[in-house]
């Protein structure tokens, strides 16, 4: 078995990707089936932002990785002008 | 079976997406129950996020049970680093 900090990340990440599964299956598959007078719906955003939210975040990632590949393409190429 | 892989995922995708697209735009004339349609239309997010936590699961689960052999990686960087003593010796730079 993995040691350490690997099992704490290692569950850490399969814990957070069960919350948000659960969370979102509740919101999206559930919620509709259930009577709009219920007290759970409290606990709930409005439905747009069920699309809204991962979209934003899902740009958002696009956006760091577009930076990375910028950032990593102008450090090459100072590099090569240094060796020129 | 002379179609790429990327064709048949492709394929696929527009196959189903048409056909989600048709039912929520109601062009097929079919009177869904409304819960129904409430589920419809954020459903390709919501597999897109279901497939994020599956991926994202399982890392964090193969992750956590790798079948670490501490006293095999010791081994291998003494042998690591008896190979570059012998190699330095015999007057190869690093």
Known sequence: MATGTDQVVGLGLLAVSLIIFTYYTVWVILLPFIDSEHIIHKYFLPRAYAVAIPLAVGLLLLLFVGLFITYVMLKNRRVTKKAQ | ?94
């Open chain 2, 1 to 94: 079976m002379t179609m790429t892989k990327l064709a048949q995922w492709l394929w696929a995708l527009a196959l189903l997406g048409s056909a989600w697209a048709a039912l929520t735009v109601g062009a097929l004339g079919l009177e869904l129950p409304s819960p129904c349609r409430e589920v419809l239309w954020p459903l390709p997010a919501y597999l897109l996020v279901a497939a994020g936590c599956y991926a994202l699961g399982t890392v964090g689960y193969r992750v956590a049970t790798f079948h670490d052999c501490e006293d095999a990686a010791l081994e291998l960087q003494n042998h690591i680093q008896e190979a570059r003593a012998d190699l330095r010796r015999r007057g190869l730079r690093f």
